[in-house]
């Protein structure tokens, strides 16, 4: 069964994923922990959570990014490719930014700077997934779960990885006395950037003729309604065809009321793994636990049972289908969510801190293989950016837009941690319910 790994095109969505996952580090804990060591408080960092809304949206602007050509990168590079190395650009100069400015003179500017690095993160997701998805063929369903579990081991590599760079980095620049150390840190995370984009050359994009064909006929469908052929009419063509296209082809594929269930289904899964995600951090900190802590139980202990359980889940997805998959892992998140209540009531303890983190990550891994390879094989592959984009992003909006009241809620909690984690845990329930509702009249290719 491992067999289906050792495929090349593994090892590139591998290095895509990694391009996905690393700029969560910045915007994320790294931000989190500069901000809380700076001296803001819990609900501050909660609601400066809020700059991950952008990934709810980027689907706004998917249409434009299947379609617009960056001028010399796209002939030099590839349209894929040129979008990301355009993004990486802009996070890169952003953290040079960072590295000159203090939160606590600037917030509000910091804040912007966060806002800019996720509106680029967000764009190259668009980009990043299109061409993970497109490097399997359409009707390979077991190489496209293998596919999925391989970016979510790439997102976790790029994320957890960073994240040990960023943590031990800032401890040792703190404990060699630099004031800065913060500052410096996002200086070394730029040079992570650079050595991605280097490795993503090595990537080559599919023929896009056919992706370009589909375009165009869907175009003169619409070209069609008009009885007089000018300017204004061929860009009103254009639009139609950009916008509206990916969102008719939807709907058209899954019927009305299947469609929304999908929506509703992939807007709430993961509500109660980013309430506890978004606050872990600073959970972390209050119990006791110092950064070469986090750094070693949360990032890299993590980071290697993300990568196990994340295979041994492709395979799950594989054998079992992928909606035995989404039923099983949302009851695991809820499971696991339950341990950091048993962590909070017991105090500082390495073993349960270990313990916690180690099942978190299990069923975090579980769950986001299984939502990858469902929402991948609900695309259409004339639309594959836009399409991956509204669903991952409708995903993203329930996880960013509800979780950046988590701050608040511990605070209105008044820092009753466990009865926090346990209110994560019942979170999950409402998308199983609609999942359940509706597990009979999805249309998804797992041959």
């Known amino acids: 069964m491992f067999s289906v790994y050792f495929d090349k095109r593994m090892l590139k969505i591998l290095l895509l994923g990694a391009i996905s996952g690393f700029p969560w580090v910045l915007i994320g804990s790294s931000l989190s922990l500069w901000l809380k060591e700076d001296g803001l408080s819990r609900s501050t960092i909660g609601w400066a959570g809020l700059i991950f809304g952008v990934y709810a949206f980027n689907y706004l602007w998917a249409p434009l990014i299947d379609r617009i050509q960056i001028p010399f990168l796209t002939k030099k590079i590839g349209h894929r490719r040129g979008w990301i190395v355009l993004m990486q650009f802009i996070i890169l100069i952003s953290l040079i930014f960072w590295s000159v400015i203090n939160p606590s003179e600037n917030l509000a500017l910091v804040i912007t700077v966060g806002l800019i690095i996720a509106i680029a993160s967000a764009t190259q997701d668009i980009t990043v997934d299109a061409l993970r998805i497109e490097q399997i063929g359409e009707n390979e369903g077991r190489s496209m779960a293998a596919g999925a579990a391989m970016a979510v081991v790439g997102w976790w590599s790029g994320y957890k990885l960073g994240g040990v760079l960023s943590l031990f980095s800032a401890e040792i620049l703190q404990n060699a006395g630099f004031e800065n150390y913060w500052q410096l840190t996002f200086l070394i995370l730029g ?203 409708i995903g993203t909006a329930g996880r960013t837009t509800l979780a950046s009241s988590s701050g608040a809620l511990v605070d209105w909690l008044n820092g009753d941690w466990g009865i926090f984690f346990i209110l994560t845990a019942l979170m999950v329930i409402p998308s199983l319910v609609i999942l359940w509702i509706m597990k009979n009249k999805l249309r998804l290719s797992e041959k």
């Not at 860009?235 to 990916?246: A, M």
């Not at 916690?356 to 299990?362: K, Q, S």
């Open 191 to 393: 040079i992570l950037v650079i050595l991605m984009n280097i490795g993503l050359m090595f990537i080559n994009e599919t023929d896009s003729s056919e992706r370009l064909n589909k375009q165009i006929e869907n175009d003169k469908l619409i070209s069609n309604k008009f009885s007089n052929k000018n300017i204004f009419t061929n860009f009103l063509t254009w639009i139609g065809g950009t916008i509206s296209g990916p969102i008719i082809s939807f709907f058209k594929k899954n019927g009305f009321s299947i469609a929304l269930g999908i929506l509703g289904f992939v807007f709430l899964f993961k509500v109660g793994e980013a309430f506890l995600g978004r606050m872990s951090i600073i959970f972390y900190k209050e119990i006791g636990f110092s950064k070469t802590d986090i750094a070693i139980y949360s990032k890299t202990l993590g980071w290697i049972t993300t990568v196990i359980f994340t295979l041994l889940g492709g395979l799950f997805v594989i054998r079992s289908g992928v909606l035995k998959a989404m039923f099983l892992a949302g009851v695991i998140m809820a499971s696991t969510n339950l341990l950091f209540s048993v962590l909070a009531w017991s105090g500082k303890s390495e073993l349960l801190f270990a313990i916690a983190v180690i099942f978190d990550d299990i069923a975090a891994a579980f769950a986001t293989v299984a939502f990858v390879a469902f929402i991948s094989l609900l695309v259409d592959r004339a639309y594959t950016a836009t399409q991956y984009a509204l669903l991952a992003s």
